[in-house]
């Protein structure tokens, strides 16, 4: 069964960089669709991006140009980087693996705050 | 960009049938993916590729997809059934979720 667990910091300054961790067991990263989605408190899932097994990536439009996922086949974790932060990017947020077009398994998510 | 629409809420009687809806423009032509989820938890998979269940979950969820909507039927429906739950698609390789329906079992 793969499990995934997010990592990082969960204050954030406004205009900086959030940067998280996924890793993820008992299963291979180099096989699949590794996303991240966020959920701001009190609404629904937001998608952010994905990376591929191949290292090919894909981002929501309305983020493509503050967002960056990467992955590191090595250690079995992919990141996601998010740069000028505001309040509105206040959210829990959670690495998932989407196979054969379905996300199936999800992080316990991690709540990032951006404040001052 | 795709948009999904699901109604905020819908209330079911204990051992009722409870059905949730989903639409968009052309839903048919997608394959949809339902998630449930409660409190302080992450959403959990409970359809997949419109009707298809995965392990583990109750057959007392099901779903289908025709036209512009895409339905969630939960049968029987028990206390532990009340969460929010979410339909999602991907559109051009980009995920899409509705804003979900709060489910209440009176």
């Known amino acids: 069964q793969v499990q995934l667990q997010e990592s990082g910091p969960g204050l954030v300054k406004p205009s900086e960089t959030l940067s998280l961790t996924c890793n993820v067991s008992g299963g291979s990263i180099n096989s699949d669709f590794w996303n991240w989605i966020r959920q701001p408190p009190g609404k629904g899932p937001e998608w952010i991006g994905y990376?591929?097994?191949?290292?090919?990536?894909n981002y929501s439009p309305s983020l493509k140009s503050r967002v960056s996922i990467s992955v590191d086949t090595s250690k079995n974790q992919f990141s996601l980087r998010l740069t000028s932060v505001s309040a509105a990017d206040t959210a829990v947020y959670y690495c998932a693996r989407a196979a054969a077009g379905t996300i199936d398994y999800w992080g316990q998510g991690t709540l990032v705050t951006v404040a001052s | 960009s795709y948009e999904l629409t699901q109604p905020p809420s819908v209330s079911v009687s204990p051992g009722q049938t409870a059905s949730i809806a989903c639409s968009g423009d052309k839903l048919g032509n997608y394959y949809v993916c339902w998630y449930q989820q409660k409190p302080g938890q992450s959403p959990l998979l409970v359809v997949y590729k419109d009707d298809k269940r995965p392990s583990g979950i109750s057959e007392r969820f099901s779903g289908s997809n025709s036209g512009n909507t895409a339905t969630l039927t939960i049968s029987e429906t028990q206390a532990m059934d009340e969460a929010v739950y979410y339909c999602?698609?991907?559109?051009?390789?980009?995920?899409?979720f509705g804003g979900g329906t709060k489910l209440t079992v009176l």
């Open positions: 990376i591929s097994y191949s290292g090919s990536t």
């Open positions: 999602q698609v991907w559109d051009s390789s980009t995920g899409v």
